[in-house]
C-alpha cells in the first residue's frame, strides 16, 4: 500500500466517522474491485465499522469522474471533493458513498 494510497483511504475512513451517519467510528475500508475507464468511477470491497461491536458490511465508492487506475484513486485529496451526504448510508446491506468535486475545483 503507497503512502497515498494509506492516505485517502485513512482520510475518507475519519470523513465517515464525522459524519456521524452510524454514531459508529470506521475502523476500516478493504477495497477489492475497481470499475474504472466509465463515468462514474466505481469501488467496491468491504467496510467495518467499530461500535458497541465490530460490524462489517459491503461498501460501493462512486467517484464522479472517470479514473484509469488506482493509482488516480488513491491521488485523491479529500479537500477538493465532498462526500455528498444523500448517498452516504445503506442500501441493503451496502454502505455507499459518492466523492463530488468541490465546484470551485471544476
Known sequence: MTENNLDFWTKLRFEITNSGILGAYCDWIEPKCYYFQMKPTIVEGNIGFLASDVNEYKFKLTI?????????????????????????????????????????DV
Open 64 to 104: 464522479d469522474e472517470k479514473l484509469d487506475d488506482s493509482n488516480e484513486v488513491e491521488a485523491i485529496h479529500l479537500n477538493h471533493w465532498t462526500i455528498e451526504e444523500n448517498s452516504l448510508g445503506f442500501n441493503g446491506n451496502t454502505f455507499g458513498i459518492r466523492l463530488i468535486r468541490n465546484l470551485n
